[in-house]
């Protein structure tokens, strides 16, 4: 079975400072890992996706992630805070079989102070 | 050209009552997923079509939730007898097929009285 936990249900950051929000996975397969980025009313946004091509993935709006198979994890950063960063972040796995559902993590909410 | 829709975008009914949520998907995605998303938590799966069919609904909570998509593009969601822990988010996604992207709808919240 799969499952993704994330640490911190509630992150808050300084405008300019490093983001840093943190997701581990548990899997029996190689997994295909996701971020996803909720603003207030809105769908869920893809952010970035790892689906074991290179470990450090490029996203949107500047957030990447490393996937660290020892440590079983695909924490989400971003150098620099903006204020439009405000949102709420999910992390999720998926197995790439034939369903491909995604297993969700409970999501962090991140506030950015000016 | 447009993205995932879903109608409609609030639903407030009263317990017992039967209740129907739509979703519109990308044009030629082929695959189309149903999530629900309680207060606080991250969304959670539901059921999967891949075309016209099924192909995967153990996460249906029970059976007065199902889920239809005759003509392998618009699907509906139904629940029967709604209880007041039905009360959610109901999120519809889609995507090209096995492996694909999942692109969402901005879901439909639905509250039980």
């Known amino acids: 079975a799969q499952s993704v936990t994330q640490l911190g249900s509630h992150v808050s950051v300084s405008e300019g400072a490093l983001v840093l929000l943190r997701c581990n996975y548990s899997?029996?397969?190689?997994?295909?890992l996701f971020w996803y980025v909720q603003y207030p009313n809105q769908g869920l946004q893809l952010l970035l996706k790892y689906t074991s091509a290179a470990t450090l993935v490029k996203g949107i709006n500047g957030f990447e992630a490393e996937f660290k198979k020892s440590e079983t994890s695909f924490h989400l950063t971003k150098p620099s805070a903006h204020m439009s960063d405000a949102a709420e972040y999910f992390c999720?796995?998926?197995?790439?079989?034939?369903?491909?559902?995604?297993?969700f993590g409970t999501g962090t909410l991140l506030a950015v102070q000016p | 050209g447009a993205g995932v829709s879903q109608t409609p975008s609030n639903k407030v009914t009263e317990k017992g009552k039967y209740v129907e949520l739509r979703c519109d998907p990308i044009?030629?995605?082929?695959?189309l997923y149903w999530y629900r998303q309680s207060l606080g938590q991250g969304p959670e799966f539901l059921i999967y079509?891949?075309?016209?069919?099924?192909?995967?609904d153990s996460g249906l909570p029970n059976d007065r939730f199902f889920a239809v998509r005759p003509e392998g593009s618009v699907s509906t969601l139904k629940i029967q007898r709604t209880e007041r822990g039905d009360s959610a988010v109901y999120l519809c996604?889609?995507?090209?097929?096995?492996?694909?992207?999942?692109?969402f709808g901005p879901g439909t919240r639905l509250t039980v009285l």
């Open positions: 999720a796995v998926s197995d790439g079989g034939a369903t491909n559902k995604l297993i």
């Open positions: 899997s029996s397969v190689p997994p295909y």
């Open positions: 044009s030629g995605h082929t695959a």
């Open positions: 996604a889609s995507s090209t097929g096995q492996g694909g992207v999942q692109f």
């Open positions: 079509f891949q075309g016209t069919g099924a192909a995967d």
